[in-house]
């Protein structure tokens, strides 16, 4: 018989993530159930920690018209496995609703995971939100809601999203998923937004992505953003991926872009988590990296 090797357990070097598909965040709407008995859903990624763990509500795009909310999920396992929990969400589409509406569910999406917060084992005073494309149209327009709303998050990753519809006249054609979005554009109601509307001196800090060869939505949409957050002092960092197009499998393999999306989020997790625990005035220090207290312990069968 071959010897048997004996390995010795070590601490543990990261947490152990657990996967919940397809749970229920909202039914109704304005107090009614939804059309057709419709349900929206949420993916779960969470760390087996004892401790509550900070949270990312990851928005996908989908040119506002699909959302598969689970196809990016395994990019995400190893920000998971640094003790984040991660709920992608799915929200209304074009072929449904208008914009505003889809920006609604996400809203609804945060408050009812803040309400859940014990059940889910999350800590409800870190909440940052990310979405690329068209889920980061939703996300920066969330984010600009003060952190201490119901709604609000500490902190945005923006990949490659819409900001300035009414900038691209090639958005105002009859084909485009950005019309069917927002609706022909007009005045008043009908006016299409631009970062104005919503950034603030209080909205989340933010990083925004894109690559300079977009050509689907021009990296200029970001910059108009960048520039909206600046004249407000929102700090912001603008990570421009030379030679990068629309795409979240380029941008998570061929640059940086998903390390600096996790340290920028990790880091203002970690300052919303400390702000919580220790009011400003006996807060000291600067923010570490998140590493999930109390990672590594066993699952429980």
């Known amino acids: 018989m071959t010897e048997p090797s004996t390995v010795a357990l070590t601490a543990p070097n990261h947490c152990f993530v657990e996967h919940y598909p397809g749970l229920v965040y909202k039914q109704f709407d304005e107090g009614l159930l939804m059309p057709g008995g419709r349900t929206l859903h949420f993916d779960l990624l969470k760390p087996v920690s004892p401790a509550p763990t900070p949270l990312v509500v990851f928005v996908k795009g989908g040119g506002f018209r699909n959302v598969h909310r689970a196809r990016y999920l395994p990019a995400l396992v190893p920000f998971a496995q640094t003790g984040v929990t991660v709920a992608s969400v799915e929200y209304r589409t074009s072929n449904e609703v208008r914009f505003s509406s889809a920006v609604d569910d996400v809203r609804d999406a945060i408050r009812y995971l803040r309400r859940h917060a014990a059940a889910l084992g999350i800590d409800p005073a870190a909440v940052a939100i990310w979405g690329n494309s068209a889920g980061a149209s939703i996300a920066s327009t969330v ?159």
Do not use: N
């Not at 629309?246 to 872009?257: E, G, K, N, V």
């Not at 970690?270 to 990296?289: F, I, K, N």
């Open 143 to 301: 984010g600009a809601a003060p952190a201490d709303a119901e709604d609000g998050v500490c902190a945005v990753a923006s990949w490659y999203g819409v900001h300035d519809p009414a900038a691209v006249s090639a958005y105002q054609e009859a084909d485009s998923p950005i019309r069917s979005a927002l609706g022909p554009p007009g005045p008043g109601p009908d006016r299409w937004f631009c970062p104005s509307d919503h950034v603030t001196a209080d909205s989340a800090p933010s990083i925004l992505v894109h690559g300079t060869d977009d050509t689907v939505v021009d990296v200029s949409q970001s910059l108009a953003l960048a520039t909206e957050l600046d004249r407000h002092g929102v700090p912001h960092e603008v990570v421009l991926v030379k030679g990068g197009v629309h795409s979240f499998a380029q941008m998570c393999t061929r640059s940086d872009a998903l390390p600096r999306t996790f340290a920028f989020l990790g880091a203002h997790l970690r300052r919303a988590a400390l702000r919580a625990e220790h009011p400003p005035s006996d807060a000291v220090g600067t923010a570490a990296p998140v590493t999930g207290r109390g990672c590594g312990h066993p699952a429980t069968a």
